[in-house]
């Protein structure tokens, strides 16, 4: 089964982290940049973080830069989203997605552009941050 598995959600207070894995199962990312985005109830979906899978090149939103570190391990065939300095409005479903980006895309466009249908999506990991 083709898939992407996200984990390490969960309930953390004002100012902790927490790192979330996006975990490919039944193909590999290597050829694909990955994608983090989140969704608050009431709230628009939210790219928060993309990166490529060449170059290394990233994308954070600016409600997340200077706090949030995307990486990758293609040995583990898993991306990992660093989440530092974590504030209530961090909290929502995060989403990790793969795209297999067309020369004339970047990781940019991956997170920014709304109404896309990535290649693969996964099912999502809630962040809670509340005291």
């Known amino acids: 089964q083709l898939q992407l598995v996200e984990s390490g959600g969960g309930l953390v207070q004002p100012g902790g982290s927490l790192r979330l894995s996006c975990t490919a199962s039944g193909f590999t990312l290597d050829y694909y940049a990955i994608g983090w985005f989140r969704q608050a109830p009431g709230k628009e979906r939210e790219g928060v973080s993309c990166?490529?899978?060449?170059?290394?090149?990233?994308y954070y939103a600016d409600s997340v830069k200077g706090r949030f570190t995307i990486s990758r391990d293609n040995a583990k065939n898993t991306v990992y989203l660093q989440m530092n300095s974590l504030k209530p409005e961090d909290a929502a479903v995060y989403h990790c997605?793969?795209?297999?980006?067309?020369?004339?895309?970047?990781?940019?466009?991956?997170?920014?552009?709304?109404?896309?249908?990535?290649?693969?999506w996964g099912q999502g990991t809630l962040v809670t941050v509340s005291s």
């Open positions: 997605a793969a795209e297999n980006l067309s020369p004339s895309s970047t990781v940019q466009t991956m997170c920014v552009t709304s109404d896309v249908v990535y290649d693969y």
């Open positions: 990166i490529s899978s060449s170059d290394g090149s990233t």
